[in-house]
């Protein structure tokens, strides 16, 4: 379990910004480029304070996206341009240095060494910063518009796509470890020093657009959905455990609460039953720190590990009214788990027991009909790196699947003959084509809190429900896989940003249990004879109390 200290650092919000791309620490401030209107900025970290420094050359920095600052020089990338200028003369003039075969986008320099990543070419280049001369190129390791900061012997890559900051080997390129950011859309990555108490801290800008509503006095009706401009800085805390194989980032303290409100659409009477309902798990990114029942008491059992909420009734008539359910106070972080294909060879084998519980079609995924069965053949072809098939499974659905919301969900063979599905529907695909290819795994939801961390102490609602899966390591044990979100883009490249990472909003239950469901006798209800859907309205709640660092 994860000890946790509560984030003193502060998210910095620039004035007279809209899009921060590539940032760095120089002189006790913080530099970036404005990249929609070229502004070349200094900002105050303890005041958000800022100043235009190329108040005269500011169009030569316009859709700039890479910044770098060493000794007394000024770097910075444009299109496939690298410039560089003098940071001593006070005229900010760039000075064009060299030009790439494709587009730069981010830069960091250190000594006589120039690192330039480049999206289209999926590398980062290393330049001699003296001559222009191109040395050797590492490979990129996420898949979107990636921005560099070295320190020391370790290269920091942040990627705007894979939601990722990684930490590299400034000379092979190995990746060390990676790191969920806690927003979207990352830009820029640096170190900052504190000046009380001398403490690195990795700062990352970001740069996106916020959906709001606008009143506009000259439309009919007058509220209009209008989308804006949102950048700022914010600390990006983390901790690495090398022997568990995971790396924490930005965690959360949320209050979360389940309720049912019964509230049947017939009248409904039965004899006594159970109301169970999943509770939050404990797991290594996720802990409860409190757990209370609303309405109704309830007693806790447990299915391997997972606890389940257990509320009793003798009977229930026609008129009776009730609200059933609990509140959790939960710890909450960013996790990325850190295995290669290299650590997935000579895996040791199932148990029987382990294969008959998440090897097996329990849970109508048409396992037997002929089209999933192609399709596991054809997810993996020739692979027979545990690890690899796993990847060749999530990206032949992502393929063959579109995201999708309907009323039901509905069977795997259906879902990949149709083409489009919701994530529970990718999720039946997953553990389907997974199963038959003997990897086992298992369902895991239900709810993620919205992913607003800077709204504090509101009660913010989800608007779905949603399920994902964990897949189990011999030898190690279950790593998360989400179902659909890295699913962003037509035929790929997909990022593995939910690839053995789940993101701080994610409401970890029922883990290869149903999450609620209704009993007698020890046997389930039957949705013919009783329907949850008909009995009662569930009311889902997160609040987010306070951020904490590992």
């Known amino acids: 379990m994860?000890?946790?200290?509560?984030?003193?650092?502060?998210?910095?919000?620039?004035?007279?910004?809209?899009?921060?791309?590539?940032?760095?620490?120089?002189?006790?401030?913080?530099?970036?480029?404005?990249?929609?209107?070229?502004?070349l900025m200094r900002i105050n970290p303890k005041t958000d304070s800022t100043e235009i420094m190329n108040i005269e050359t500011w169009s030569a920095f316009i859709g700039a996206t890479g910044l770098a600052i060493y000794e007394d020089t000024l770097w910075f990338t444009s299109g496939e341009y690298v410039y560089k200028c003098s940071m001593t003369d006070g005229h900010w003039n760039p000075e064009l240095f060299i030009r790439l075969r494709d587009t730069a986008n981010g830069i960091t320099v250190s000594g006589n060494s120039l690192y330039i990543s480049c999206q289209k070419q999926g590398d980062i280049y290393i330049y001699d910063a003296t001559n222009g001369k191109e040395i050797t190129a590492l490979y990129a390791p996420g898949i979107g518009i990636e921005n560099l900061i070295i320190r020391g012997e370790e290269l920091w890559v942040s990627d705007n796509l894979e939601q990722t900051v990684y930490c590299l080997d400034r000379a092979t390129g190995a990746v060390k470890f990676s790191l969920l950011t806690p927003f979207a859309s990352p830009t820029g990555v640096t170190f900052y020093t504190d000046p009380d108490s001398g403490e690195e801290i990795l700062y990352v800008a970001y740069a996106d657009q916020e959906p709001y509503i606008r009143d506009n006095p000259n439309a009919d009706p007058n509220y209009e959905l209008q989308y804006r401009?949102?950048?700022?800085?914010?600390?990006?805390?983390?901790?690495?455990?090398?022997?568990?194989?995971y790396a924490l980032s930005n965690g959360f303290r949320i209050e979360m609460?389940?309720?049912?409100?019964?509230?049947?659409?017939?009248?409904?009477?039965?004899?006594?039953?159970?109301?169970?309902?999943?509770?939050?798990?404990?797991?290594?990114?996720?802990?409860?720190?409190?757990?209370?029942?609303?309405?109704?008491?309830?007693?806790?059992?447990?299915?391997?590990?997972?606890?389940?909420?257990?509320?009793?009734?003798?009977?229930?008539?026609?008129?009776?009214?009730?609200?059933?359910?609990?509140?959790?106070?939960?710890?909450?972080?960013?996790?990325?788990?850190?295995?290669?294909?290299?650590?997935?060879?000579?895996?040791?084998?199932?148990?029987?027991?382990?294969?008959?519980c998440y090897l097996v079609d329990n849970d109508n995924l048409s396992m037997e009909t002929e089209i999933i069965q192609r399709a596991a053949v054809e997810a993996i072809g020739t692979e027979t790196n545990f690890l690899r098939q796993m990847y060749s499974i999530r990206d032949y659905v992502y393929d063959h699947l579109s995201y999708g919301i309907k009323p039901h969900i509905d069977t795997p063979d259906i879902a990949l003959r149709r083409g489009v599905g919701s994530c529970g529907e990718y999720l039946g695909v997953l553990l389907a084509l997974a199963r038959l290819n003997k990897i086992a795994c298992r369902t895991v939801g239900r709810y993620k809190c919205?992913?607003?961390?800077?709204?504090?102490?509101?009660?913010?609602?989800?608007?779905?429900?949603?399920?994902?899966?964990?897949?189990?390591?011999?030898?190690?044990?279950?790593?998360?896989?989400?179902?659909?979100?890295?699913?962003?883009?037509?035929?790929?490249?997909?990022?593995?940003?939910?690839?053995?990472?789940?993101?701080?909003?994610?409401?970890?239950?029922?883990?290869?249990?149903?999450?609620?469901?209704?009993?007698?006798?020890?046997?389930?209800?039957?949705?013919?004879?009783?329907?949850?859907?008909?009995?009662?309205?569930?009311?889902?709640?997160f609040t987010i109390l306070e951020e904490l660092k590992p």
């Open 257 to 356: 609460s389940y309720v049912e409100e019964l509230s049947p659409l017939e009248p409904a009477e039965i004899e006594g039953f159970e109301w169970k309902i999943a509770l939050p798990a404990e797991t290594d990114r996720q802990q409860i720190i409190a757990l209370e029942p609303i309405g109704l008491p309830f007693t806790i059992e447990e299915h391997d590990g997972q606890k389940i909420a257990v509320f009793k009734f003798d009977g229930l008539k026609p008129k009776q009214r009730h609200v059933l359910g609990w509140r959790a106070v939960l710890q909450v972080w960013g996790i990325k788990y850190q295995f290669n294909p290299l650590d997935c060879e000579n895996l040791p084998g199932l148990t029987p027991e382990f294969a008959e």
């Open 450 to 541: 919205p992913a607003s961390a800077h709204q504090r102490l509101i009660p913010l609602q989800p608007d779905y429900n949603h399920v994902w899966m964990e897949f189990y390591l011999p030898g190690y044990g279950w790593l998360p896989m989400e179902s659909n979100p890295d699913d962003i883009q037509e035929g790929g490249p997909y990022p593995s940003r939910f690839f053995m990472g789940l993101a701080w909003y994610h409401a970890e239950m029922a883990k290869g249990v149903k999450f609620e469901k209704l009993y007698r006798n020890g046997e389930p209800i039957p949705k013919e004879v009783l329907s949850l859907g008909d009995l009662a309205l569930n009311h889902v709640r």
């Open 2 to 39: 994860s000890t946790a200290t509560i984030a003193t650092h502060r998210t910095i919000r620039p004035i007279a910004t809209y899009a921060l791309h590539g940032i760095a620490y120089h002189a006790d401030y913080f530099w970036a480029i404005e990249t929609i209107n070229g502004y």
């Open 229 to 245: 401009d949102v950048t700022f800085l914010h600390p990006l805390y983390f901790r690495y455990d090398a022997d568990k194989k």
